[in-house]
């Protein structure tokens, strides 16, 4: 089987090679750290200390690590922590949060890379975050004596049907994992229907809703808002994890409303950074004056340094990674991008832990429980085009208390939902405490 895959591996890179390299030309996506992951080339680990390694796909994964390396590292200051992303973004974001800490792209799923790696590494724990199911890396880590643990599980519907079809073959890699940590009872089941051993999977909550920041005092939101010029009488608009045509929406909304609305103010934050030019171009080519969050930062350049003598910018393009979760914290009306198109939604937690008044759009299948949470709760507004997004936005600004009331809601939800990353914690303990003691994590 291990061999079978390799083929199988080999097949699809051939197939998608024209693909691959067409977009490697155009924009160096895929080409960055491409040898390391086929050969098993990551950094050679020197220390002789017991190692966890966390694997986070890109950048929603990386941000979700945070309270899982804040509680590991207080509980075992003995241990080193090394991160794995598989993404160039989710790569850049992982040194920026985690340094100094060891940051590398994850081995593709060759038998000869995954050994290699787990060779260079040497964890006493791999932990895969989300859905993660590389069956010669799990593999690999248990010819080496390595616990593995799956957390923050998460298998949508379609994701389970797509496995259902090889279950013969997969069962087997879910029954070599350790410990299977499910966001909710719904994904938990369906890691048992595919094969997992069914007194290895729990159900934990989603560790989104602990990493998230729940005062917009925080000082991160705090500096960002000082940068932007940001006043307690500005009612921003923010529009977050967009995609095309969400960006232009949320624009065509702001022009319409500016003048009979002084207050509003719009960020735009685009999901993927190969974006941030071809938005730029959008709004110059409809004549609004904007500034990019690069030319906010007093350091970056001298129209930064010119800039303080001007007014406050009514419209910022953030054109930076891994800044999303602070500048949620600066809006009254939120609207969480990748839902009125088929990318399947975003995530709503974080502007929903600040207290935002939150919209989205129809297309939210990769956050289906958490939406369901938040209609329940009447936490947030579905709408299902420009219009009704106008709508939603408008009465955000005309009555004040319509905002505040489902924002409040919206708090409070997330704030119930805190506690997941402890439990996690407890799981992971169990693996490497012995005889079985969470004790330390309780």
Known sequence: M????????????ALASPYLLWHSFRSGKYREGFYEKLLGLVPRRESRHRCLWLHAVSVGEVNLLMPIVERWERLHPDWEIVISTTT???????????????????????????AQAMHRIRPDLLVL???????????????SGVKVAVINGRLSEKSFRGYSRVKRFLASTLQSI??????????????????????????TGSIKFDGAQLSRENPRTQSLARLAGITAGDHVFLAGSTQAPEEEIATSIYLRLRESSPQLKLILVPRHPERF????RMLTARGVEFVRRSQLDPASSKLSLARRELPAPRVILVDAVGELGSWWGTARAAFVGGSLGKRGGQNMIEPAAYGCAVAFGPNTWNFRDVVSEMLAHDAAVVVQNEAELDAFVQRTILEPGF????????????????????????????????????????
Request: hydrophobic residues 50%; proline residues 4%.
């Open 2 to 13: 291990p061999y079978l895959l390799n083929v199988l591996y080999l097949a699809v890179i």
């Open 88 to 114: 160039a973004t989710g790569f850049a974001l992982a040194h920026k949060r985690y340094a100094p800490r060891m940051v590398f792209y994850c081995p593709l799923d060759f038998t000869w890379s995954t």
């Open 129 to 143: 975050t989300e859905l993660e199911l590389w069956p010669n890396l799990i593999r690999a880590a248990r010819r």
């Open 178 to 203: 350790d410990t299977i940590a499910a966001q909710n009872e719904e994904y938990a089941s369906r890691f048992r229907a595919l094969g997992a051993n069914g007194e290895r999977v729990c159900v």
């Open 277 to 280: 030019e071809e938005v730029a």
């Open 403 to 442: 905002a505040a009331e489902i924002g409040a809601r919206a708090h409070a939800l997330v704030k119930r939902q805190v506690g997941a990353a402890d439990r996690t914690i407890g799981l992971l303990e169990s693996l490497i405490l012995p005889n079985g003691s969470t004790a330390r994590a309780a």
